[in-house]
């Protein structure tokens, strides 16, 4: 099992940016396909983005193409997002995730540790 742990959210406005970090223990990060996941209050938990072993394949939510960029630095077993052009709808607890294998996925159940999550508010 891989210990993860999310850091980087907080508080901006619309049209803002923001980075979030993961950071991984317990095994070595390129072994993973990793991914982002968000849930706002009353609503389901939703795929964001999600990266293979070596950061050359990388998937997203419609919603966040061509704002929202994921990366890995496997040399720090650390995994990001980076976040432009927020909007209110982006508020939510983020959270990062790992797969079991070294591919990315677009489906929770494939995903084996989870973070704790960080959360993320944009005002209007």
């Known amino acids: 099992q891989v210990q993860l742990v999310e850091s980087g959210g907080g508080l901006v406005q619309a049209g803002g940016s923001l980075r979030l970090s993961c950071a991984a223990s317990?095994?070595?990060?390129?072994?993973?396909?990793m991914g982002w996941f968000r849930q706002a209050p009353g609503r389901e938990r939703e795929f964001v983005a999600s990266?293979?072993?070596?950061?050359?394949?990388?998937w997203y939510v419609d919603s966040v193409k061509g704002r929202f960029t994921i990366s890995r630095d496997n040399a720090k077993n650390t995994v990001y997002l980076q976040m432009n052009n927020l909007k209110p709808e982006d508020t939510a607890l983020y959270y990062c995730?790992?797969?079991?294998?070294?591919?990315?996925?677009?489906?929770?159940?494939?995903?084996?540790?989870w973070g704790q999550g960080t959360q993320v508010t944009v005002s209007s």
């Open positions: 317990g095994r070595t990060l390129s072994n993973y396909g």
């Open positions: 990266i293979n072993w070596s950061g050359a394949g990388t």
């Open positions: 995730a790992a797969v079991r294998g070294p591919f990315g996925s677009t489906r929770v159940d494939e995903y084996v540790d």
